[in-house]
C-alpha cells in the first residue's frame, strides 16, 4: 500500500503567476481534500472532492481550484498568486468522507515572491 | 463557523510523566474528531479517530476521549518519550468541511 504523495516539495513563484500542486492518494481512496497551512499554525481546510466532484469548500475565493482524476490523483490550482499564498499546502485521502482517517502527504511548501 | 482550541499552545514535560492535551469546540455538529501529530517541516499523521457516537478511542499509550455535549476532547498520552515530541492538532470534521485548531507543540525532555 503507497503512501499519498504530493508533487513537488518546494516551489518559488513571482505574484500573480499560476501554480499546479499535484497530489497522488492512496488507491482505493475516493475522497481527497487540501489545506493551506501558514506557519505555526493548523492547516486551514481549502476543498475537499468526493468521486472527482467538489463537495466541500472552505473560506478560500475562486482562484482557488482543483481537480481529482479516476487514478486517485488530484490537483490544487492557484490562480493570480499573492504574497500570502505562501505556506505548506498539505493534500489527504481517506476511503471516505466520514468514517475514515486521513491519510496526508508531506506537502509542497510555496514561496511566492 | 466552527471554532477550534487548543490549550496550552505549548508543553514540556520530563520524560516518563503523563500528560494531557485539551482541544474545545464551538459547534457540536460533528461526524468525527480526529488527533494528528506533525513533526516539523512534515505531514500530519493519523493518531485516533473518534466517532461522534463514542466516547473514546486507545491506541497503545494514546488514549483520546469526545465529550459533544460539552465540545471538548482530550488527548491523553501516557509514559511519555522523547520521540513523541512533536505538534498535536485535534480536528473535526462537520458536513463537507473540516477544521482544525492552532496545535499544542509537546517537548518531551530525557
Known amino acids: 500500500e503507497t503512501g499519498v504523495t504530493q508533487s513537488p516539495t518546494h516551489l518559488i513563484k513571482t505574484r500573480g503567476q499560476q501554480v499546479t500542486l499535484r497530489c497522488s492518494s492512496q488507491?482505493?481512496?475516493?475522497?481527497v481534500s487540501w489545506y493551506q497551512q501558514a506557519l505555526g499554525q493548523g492547516p486551514q481546510f481549502i476543498f475537499q472532492?468526493?468521486?472527482?466532484?467538489?463537495?466541500g469548500r472552505g473560506n478560500f475565493p475562486p482562484r482557488f481550484s482543483g481537480l481529482q482524476f479516476p487514478n486517485y490523483s488530484s490537483e490544487l490550482n492557484v490562480n493570480a498568486l499573492e504574497l500570502d499564498d505562501s505556506a505548506l499546502y498539505l493534500c489527504a485521502s481517506s476511503l471516505d468522507q466520514y468514517n475514515s482517517p486521513l491519510h496526508f502527504g508531506n506537502g509542497t511548501r510555496l514561496t511566492v515572491t | 463557523k466552527q471554532e477550534v482550541t487548543q490549550i496550552p499552545a505549548a508543553l514540556s514535560v520530563p520524560e516518563g510523566e503523563n500528560l494531557v492535551l485539551n482541544c474545545s469546540f464551538t459547534?457540536?455538529?460533528?461526524?468525527?474528531l480526529q488527533w494528528f501529530r506533525q513533526d516539523p517541516g512534515k505531514g500530519l499523521t493519523s493518531l485516533l479517530l473518534i466517532q461522534s457516537s463514542q466516547r473514546e478511542q486507545t491506541s497503545g499509550r494514546l488514549n483520546a476521549s469526545l465529550d459533544k455535549s460539552s465540545g471538548r476532547s482530550t488527548l491523553y498520552i501516557a509514559a511519555s518519550q522523547p520521540g513523541d515530541s512533536a505538534t498535536y492538532l485535534c480536528a473535526g470534521t462537520g458536513a463537507n468541511n473540516l477544521f482544525f485548531g492552532t496545535g499544542t507543540r509537546l517537548t518531551v525532555i530525557p
Open positions: 472532492y468526493y468521486r472527482e466532484e467538489e463537495n
Open positions: 459547534d457540536s455538529a460533528i461526524y468525527n
Open positions: 488507491s482505493g481512496h475516493n475522497t
